[in-house]
């Protein structure tokens, strides 16, 4: 079968057309696969579920159980997998057989992504990186481990992603930009060639930011912001709601000419 992007150093040998360099993959081409990946989820939120429903149509991947903390496991199973404790879960499923992918939100800027990846590691995991088979990836685009990027994500040549870094739907990232660790992108940003977004940011629906751009870590871009200059770190940018008319919807459409 054919793959898009994969990085999993237990397949390396039959990953032809993927370069392994320390912590990064370079993605060179389509890969053939003849096995799943067995693989447990961490997380069992709103971001699990719409992670997973993408990879249970993935025929690269095999989920076989979810986890999160101990205090959150609430229940015996997750989208009709077994969820076990984090605290436990190389009693039933060890590192040397499974890989973890990470499904957590971006709390506390991306800070509690961070200690999980940190946790998972720590527990001699491999924490791998999904790449939808539907997102554009441009051959040679570094990428880390522990990252998510999902479909129609449109990453040009030359970017460099750091670990544990979110794309989500419909995001674009220019050629030559830098995405540092631990960060996030909503649906629809826009990161202009060149530019450097540096660690645990998070850029909401729609944002742009510029070419040749540098935002400082920890900064928070809200949804709809424009970044035309460099923005140190901590910095935060919230666009304005569009104003709403005195008018409700029923007086708008007896004035205007739509049908």
């Not at 205090?71 to 190389?90: D, H, M, S, T, V």
Request: glycine share 8%; charged share 20%; with cysteine.
């Amino acid at each position: 079968m054919d793959a898009k992007c994969l990085y999993n150093k237990g397949v390396t040998a039959e990953v032809s057309n993927y370069s392994v360099i320390t912590k990064f993959i370079f993605y060179t081409g389509t890969v053939n696969m003849s096995h799943k990946i067995s693989i447990v989820i961490f997380g069992t939120g709103k971001v699990s579920d719409v992670i997973a429903t993408y990879i249970e149509s993935d025929d690269r991947y095999d989920i076989v159980a979810f986890t999160c903390d101990a205090k959150y496991c609430n229940q015996a199973e997750f989208r009709g997998k077994p969820l076990i404790p984090f605290e436990k879960i190389e009693e039933t499923y060890s590192s040397e057989s499974y890989k973890l992918l990470m499904a957590v939100g971006y709390h506390d800027l991306n800070n509690l992504r961070h200690t999980i990846f940190q946790a998972a590691i720590a527990k001699g995991y491999e924490v791998i990186s999904y790449i939808s088979p539907m997102a554009n990836v441009a051959p040679g685009t570094t990428i880390g481990h522990g990252c998510v990027i999902l479909i129609d994500a449109d990453i040009q040549p030359g970017v460099v992603i750091g670990d544990n870094v979110v794309v989500w739907n419909n995001a674009v990232i220019g050629h030559h930009a830098t995405i540092s660790e631990d960060c996030w992108l909503a649906s629809g940003v826009t990161i202009g060639g060149s530019s450097k977004i540096m660690r645990s940011c998070f850029l909401g629906l729609n944002s742009t930011v510029g070419h040749e751009i540098e935002v400082g870590e920890r900064s928070f871009i809200g949804a709809c912001a424009l970044v035309l200059k460099n923005k140190k770190p901590g910095s935060v940018l919230i666009e304005r709601e569009t104003e709403s008319l005195r008018l409700n919807s029923d007086q708008f459409l007896k004035i205007s000419n739509m049908p």
